[in-house]
């Protein structure tokens, strides 16, 4: 059983490293092609950028292969041993403390390296030491409080519930709306600062927008995501009552009033056609099945592994296995969200132009150095967005490749 599942986990390693090297390969040739969409020393940035990333991956992709060794090996044995606590589900959560503590030191290095090193070069980042530690301060008290609640109340029903993996998916799924209904009013401000749009004209005619699409908010909001980073966005965020417009202060700054109408009727576009809850479908179906997995662990795995079968060593093994049925359901879940995104586009269109819409999209590649040409593997696992050449395509924009 235990080389059965080594095995997998190998060839899901190999499958990501192999995705990385063919988009290195990929991107290194095209970068000796005529730039496309972008000016041509974005062009080669992007391409540079992207090249980078994707060596970081692969480092990082080994290095989760190691972290897999180290729990599988001694890793979940040992913690079993260290946190002596006789209430199981109390040992629950601070054995998951201790597992998510651990790797996320081990990622530690990978996300500075990014921030500070790789994002700072291509003149992304603008975090400095002191924003960095605050943010993660930020996140682990929210995960103390709220993740070691959710985890407490998943070890009562894995102990009291004999067939605990439907209710365990239910008590999660339910947690993901939550979040969706709870981000932008009351997690979000956490880390950013919100103010209520002062440009009047630009805010009646993003409200004109909303009532075309049939849709209401609390409010239409900037915020101050330049601190972090200057890459352009928009969202219109939230479930129900809660949905509020977020305009980056770097897309203010960038686009002019046609091309943010245009770009926010792509994000209306999504909620006019019901997007979200497409996608938090296909959020629950990926829920089900990791819970109808490993919600029937056979003991023999538990037994390979030399660890007890409990709630805290099953939670353990969910989150390690995980991004396996995660990394291979996300071709399923990129199609769809390719093929919705051509429909937000239209939306968009429908809202401002084609003309305004695509020229956004040419600022946001430009601003944000993304390189419009990916390897089809990289495509398939990892873009819910198409390929920028197919979206101007279908706006009407020649494009010579």
Do not use: C, H
């Given at each position: 059983m235990l080389l059965t599942i080594g095995i997998i986990y190998f060839?899901?390693?190999?499958?990501?490293?192999?995705?990385?090297?063919?988009?290195?390969?990929?991107?290194?040739?095209?970068?000796?092609?005529?730039?496309?969409?972008?000016?041509?020393?974005?062009?080669?940035?992007?391409?540079?950028?992207?090249?980078?990333s994707q060596r970081v991956e692969i480092v990082s992709t080994l290095f989760e292969y190691i972290s897999f060794i180290f729990w599988i090996a001694f890793g979940l044995?040992?913690?079993?041993?260290?946190?002596?606590?006789?209430?199981?589900?109390?040992?629950?959560?601070?054995?998951?403390?201790?597992?998510?503590?651990?790797?996320?030191?081990?990622?530690?290095?990978?996300?500075?390296?990014?921030?500070f090193v790789l994002d700072k070069k291509y003149g992304f980042s603008n975090m400095d030491i002191k924003l960095f530690i605050s943010d993660t301060l930020k996140s682990i008290m929210l995960f103390l409080i709220f993740g070691g609640l959710v985890v407490w109340v998943i070890a009562k029903i894995i102990i009291h519930i004999q067939n605990w993996w439907i209710w365990g998916f239910l008590t999660i799924f339910a947690v993901v709306i939550a979040i969706n209904m709870l981000y932008p009013?009351?997690?979000?401000?956490?880390?950013?600062k919100f103010k209520v749009l002062d440009d009047e004209d630009l805010k009646a005619s993003i409200e004109k927008l909303l009532e075309k699409a049939g849709l209401k908010s609390d409010g239409v909001f900037s915020v101050d995501a330049s601190k972090r980073d200057n890459r352009l966005n928009a969202y219109f965020g939230g479930l129900g009552s809660s949905k509020r417009v977020v305009l980056f202060d770097t897309l203010l700054e960038k686009l002019n009033k046609k091309e943010i109408l245009a770009v926010l009727g792509h994000e209306l576009g999504h909620y006019k056609h019901r997007d979200i809850y497409?996608?938090?479908?296909?959020?629950?179906?990926?829920?089900?099945?990791?819970?109808?997995i490993f919600g029937n662990l056979p003991n023999e795995l538990f037994e390979a592994i030399k660890i007890p079968k409990t709630p805290y060593t099953i939670m353990a093994l969910f989150m390690i296995f995980s991004p396996i049925v995660t990394f291979f359901y996300m071709p399923i879940f990129g199609f769809i969200s390719r093929r919705n995104e051509y429909r937000a586009d239209e939306y968009g269109s429908e809202c401002e132009s084609s003309v305004a819409l695509a020229e956004a999209l040419e600022k946001l590649a430009n601003e944000n150095r993304s390189f419009p040409k990916s390897h089809p593997l990289t495509i398939l696992f990892y873009h819910t967005h198409p390929p920028l050449i197919e979206r101007l395509k279908r706006l009407g924009k020649k494009v010579e490749e």
């Open positions: 060839i899901y390693i190999l499958t990501k490293v192999y995705v990385s090297v063919m988009e290195i390969g990929f991107v290194a040739k095209a970068k000796g092609d005529k730039p496309v969409i972008l000016l041509p020393s974005n062009y080669i940035k992007a391409a540079n950028y992207r090249i980078s044995k040992w913690l079993d041993q260290v946190i002596i606590v006789d209430d199981v589900a109390t040992k629950s959560v601070l054995y998951m403390y201790a597992f998510f503590g651990i790797n996320y030191l081990f990622s530690l290095p990978f996300s500075l390296y990014q921030t009013t009351y997690i979000a401000p956490l880390f950013n497409k996608n938090i479908a296909l959020i629950g179906g990926l829920l089900f099945i990791m819970f109808a």
